[in-house]
């Protein structure tokens, strides 16, 4: 299978916003600077050396006024490089495209990874699997600033939108119009903080690297290296690597998809979209964690990455898209590829809508995330990353279940996985060291790994007890609080 790539169109790359009252400003500005220089070249005809550099200085603070109408007024924490950029801005794309020109394996690696997807995608036709797979993921924090060096809580904020997210738990889903409610799909993947790191060793899942780098460049991938001022890779093929850092260019976060370098694999977030609490609106969230992620995961953007409407992102239950969304459209949004209700599916998470405006994968789409894990990703579900090292405790339950709490001991702040066997009600409920209920949950029916995040830092240290209540059993682990 052949399959043809075009070089992005950079304004629908960046999204830069022509139609506001600023840009339209900019280019009033540009259009006038084109027929000055073509006054000037004309004139210049028939002056003499002296009137050629006074019009060269007035030449000179006109560029200089134009550069200034393309700087972002506002926030410098959403200014990269002079432009403005309105939307979300994701790198993979042109991450990909650099791959292409730069790495020669790469092309051959994707088209025989599209083959397989298309392959596995014939063989299973949207089919939802009886197995869930939990993916183990470490995250590289990359900071030189305090203020970079984001806490445990942001770290476990995003991994539960990641999970929450993929299994169709998250709170937004009641949004998915009535249309494409049949398409919305638990995608059947989870996440866990590793547990051991490769060498076997405890570990929190969590690593921090101070650096002297100002930012970061999706080309160099210099975050992924430590000798570039970033961090080295966790084994590729066994753990997920997410590095949260300062990312140059307005670029909110970048994924390589599958079949790039084994030594720059993963996913890199800027830190100030990672999480929720803390991170920077309209992208507060934790979608863009959830987008990049997909990517990683083979999806591409719902428009197909270039302009009209025979572009496509592989995926057959996803309608044809003209441009990206931007912002929080209404639904339904029509577009030159769907003129009519109900549009384009603008609430998807591989398009570029606002985090609060996105929240949904459809069935197509997790067919080809599960071809991901059955070929070009299928080692990470052999891998040992999630399993304890010393701290997972079998229970005494005739069901198999199991209680993982990570990291133990902790700062109060841990993700707690407990393994539902056969569908049951239970209740998650944390006892201090003198019996008192600090942490209920309220009953939750579930079947597989469930996750949860839990905070409970505003009380003191010590010895604490998760209790988790399964209709008439009861398993209780130890939490350590230091």
């Known amino acids: 299978m052949q399959i043809s790539y075009k070089k992005l169109n950079i304004s629908t790359i960046f999204l830069v916003d022509l139609s506001s009252e600023k840009y339209s400003k900019t280019q009033f500005q540009f259009v006038f600077l084109e027929l000055f220089c073509k006054f000037v070249f004309k004139l210049s005809l028939f002056m003499n050396w002296k009137s050629l550099l006074l019009f060269y200085l007035l030449l000179s603070g006109i560029l200089s006024f134009a550069q200034q109408g393309l700087t972002h007024s506002g926030d410098s924490d959403h200014e990269e490089l002079g432009l403005h950029i309105k939307g979300r801005n994701c790198g993979t794309m042109l991450h990909h495209d650099h791959l292409l020109k730069t790495d020669p394996n790469y092309k051959y690696n994707i088209e025989n990874i599209e083959r397989f997807t298309q392959e596995y995608i ?6 939802k699997t009886s197995t869930i797979v939990t993916i183990p993921v470490v995250f590289h924090v990359v900071y030189r600033l305090a203020s970079e060096n984001i806490p445990d809580s942001r ?34 993947i989870r996440f866990c903080l590793a547990q051991r790191d490769p060498s076997g060793n405890p570990t929190t899942g969590i690593t921090r ?31 997920l690597n997410i590095w949260i850092c300062r990312l140059s260019g307005g670029i909110l976060g970048y994924a390589q998809l599958p079949g790039g370098p084994v030594a720059t694999d993963g996913v890199v977030i800027d830190y100030r979209y990672t999480g929720i609490t803390g991170a920077l609106s309209p992208y507060n969230k934790g979608r863009t964690g959830t987008h990049e992620v997909g990517h990683y995961f083979n999806l591409r953007h719902i428009w197909g990455d270039y302009s009209g409407c025979s572009p496509d ?5 996803t309608p044809l898209q003209d441009v990206s969304s931007s912002g929080c459209p209404t639904f339904p949004k029509t577009d030159a590829c769907q003129p009519s209700s109900p549009g384009v599916m603008f609430m998807n998470y591989m398009d570029y809508s606002n985090d609060a405006c996105m929240y949904m994968f459809t069935a197509g789409q997790r067919t080809r995330m599960q071809a991901a894990i059955a ?7 052999t891998s040992m990353g999630c399993t304890p090292v010393t701290n997972l405790v079998p229970q005494p339950d005739l069901n198999n279940a199991q209680i993982s709490v990570i990291p133990n001991p902790n700062t109060g702040i ?20 003198l019996g008192q209920i600090i942490y209920v949950d309220e009953p939750i029916h579930f079947t597989g790994l469930y996750h949860r995040n839990i905070d409970v830092s505003r009380y003191s240290k010590g010895l604490y007890m998760v209790r988790v209540r399964e209709e008439d059993d009861i398993y209780i682990y130890k939490v350590q609080v230091q």
């Open 155 to 188: 770290i476990m904020e995003q991994l539960d939108v990641l999970n929450k997210d993929f299994a169709k738990l998250n709170s937004d889903t009641n949004l998915v119009p009535a249309v494409w409610k049949p398409l919305h799909v638990d995608t059947q």
């Open 313 to 317: 992102d592989l995926v057959s239950d």
């Open 209 to 239: 690297t101070s650096t002297t780098k100002t930012s970061f460049d999706i080309y160099a991938d210099d975050v992924k290296f430590t000798a570039t001022g970033g961090k080295s890779a966790w084994n590729t093929s066994e753990y």
């Open 375 to 381: 070929g070009p990703r299928a080692s990470l579900i």
């Open 414 to 433: 841990f993700q707690l996985i407990y393994n539902v066997q056969n569908g049951k009600n239970f209740k998650v409920e944390i006892y201090n060291a």
């Open 122 to 127: 014939q063989n299973h036709a949207n089919a």
